[in-house]
């Protein structure tokens, strides 16, 4: 077993997904999916959405993070469909990631 696995009895929580969109600009996605509610956008691991996006360089690959109300979870499938709202011509997402919790701890970063 890797030293990075969770252990076999811990308790692993889906509770959202950052997806990687390609596109020229901000890029136009739903606030909202079933029970997964975007947060923030982000661009080269700054902030740009909410608020007032800051003075700097963009490129063409944008960060949004989806999560579910806190105690609460979502499904593969909740994803898959979120992913199915987001595509269309003028941008594509390229990367997921899911955001899980175990026993309770987020397994990912805050930013």
């Not at 909740?78 to 701890?105: F, M, N, S, T, Y």
Request: one cysteine or more.
């Amino acid at each position: 077993m890797s030293p990075l696995a969770p252990p076999s009895n811990a308790v692993v929580t889906l509770v959202g997904a950052d997806v990687f969109i390609r596109a020229e600009a901000l890029p136009t996605v739903p606030a909202q999916v079933g029970p997964l509610t975007l947060h923030w956008i982000g661009n080269r691991g700054t902030k740009i959405w909410p608020g007032e996006p800051p003075d700097i360089l963009l490129v063409d690959l944008f960060r949004c993070r989806y999560l579910v109300e806190e105690g609460s979870h979502c499904t593969s499938a909740d994803v898959r469909e979120l992913l199915a709202q987001i595509e269309h011509p003028a941008q594509h997402w390229v990367h997921v990631e899911k955001l899980i919790l175990i026993d309770g701890v987020a397994a990912f970063s805050a930013t």
